[in-house]
């Protein structure tokens, strides 16, 4: 299940810097986007939305930028911190229901 | 902040035996969840549940699997006869609505089935 795609299986940013994480998605009926940040042994934790309404949500240093014509999402994080180290998850919800179908992540670490 | 909770936190078994699998929910929220996450590969949906049925379920969900809402807090997963492949993360999540409503989700369980 190749849905929602997250390319990049990990990325490497100094402290200060914005940090990019992309997603793809091929699913013309997703209509709400989200992304997830998850630490080793916890659950995903809920970072910031975007529904397909929108092209643009921001969150103080998060940002997600919705390009529906092109099927891309990005997660700007500015400036990165050393705590912003993680996994990140991309997740889309479809207009016929409620299920997440999740991306395959995306580990993020922030060098001091 | 209000939270997901989910016990165990770790769960082994033996194939072949039953296990359930807690979760207490938001307080105020009405729609709850099971997705799993097996070792390596992304975090899958099971089932949704709301009004004491559920409103959508996956391919992964099948017979030896069911939910329920005992009482006024829990929500549970119970797999009947677990098989190797069902060892994996398991995690519970609710959310205040359906439509465009963040799903929080709990820390999860570890459930290993030799």
């Known amino acids: 299940d190749q849905q929602v795609k997250q390319n990049s299986p990990s990325l490497s940013v100094q402290e200060g810097r914005i940090s990019i994480l992309n997603c793809d998605y091929t699913?013309?009926?997703?209509?709400?986007f989200l992304w997830y940040k998850k630490y080793p042994a916890e659950g995903p934790t809920f970072l910031i939305s975007i529904s397909s309404i929108k092209d643009k949500n921001e969150d103080g240093r998060f940002t997600v930028f919705l390009n529906k014509s092109a099927k891309h999402l990005s997660l700007h994080i500015v400036p990165s911190q050393p705590g912003d180290s993680a996994v990140y998850f991309c997740?889309?919800?479809?207009?016929?229901?409620?299920?997440?179908?999740f991306g395959g992540g995306t580990r993020l670490m922030v060098k001091p | 902040e209000p939270e997901v909770t989910q016990t165990p936190s770790h769960q082994v078994t033996q194939m072949g035996q039953e296990v359930i699998l807690r979760c207490v929910p938001i307080s105020n929220h009405l729609y709850f969840y099971w997705y799993r996450q097996i070792l390596g590969q992304k975090v899958e949906f099971l089932v949704s549940?709301?009004?004491?049925?559920?409103?959508?379920k996956s391919e992964i969900f099948d017979d030896q699997f069911s939910v329920e809402r005992p009482d006024g807090s829990n929500f549970t997963l119970k797999i009947r006869s677990t098989k190797l492949e069902d060892s994996a993360m398991y995690f519970c999540?609710?959310?205040?609505?359906?439509?465009?409503?963040?799903?929080?989700f709990g820390p999860g369980t570890r459930l290993l089935v030799l």
């Open positions: 999540a609710s959310s205040e609505g359906d439509r465009s409503e963040t799903q929080y």
């Open positions: 699913n013309s009926m997703f209509d709400y």
């Open positions: 997740a889309a919800r479809s207009n016929a229901g409620n299920m997440l179908t």
């Open positions: 549940f709301y009004n004491n049925e559920i409103s959508e």
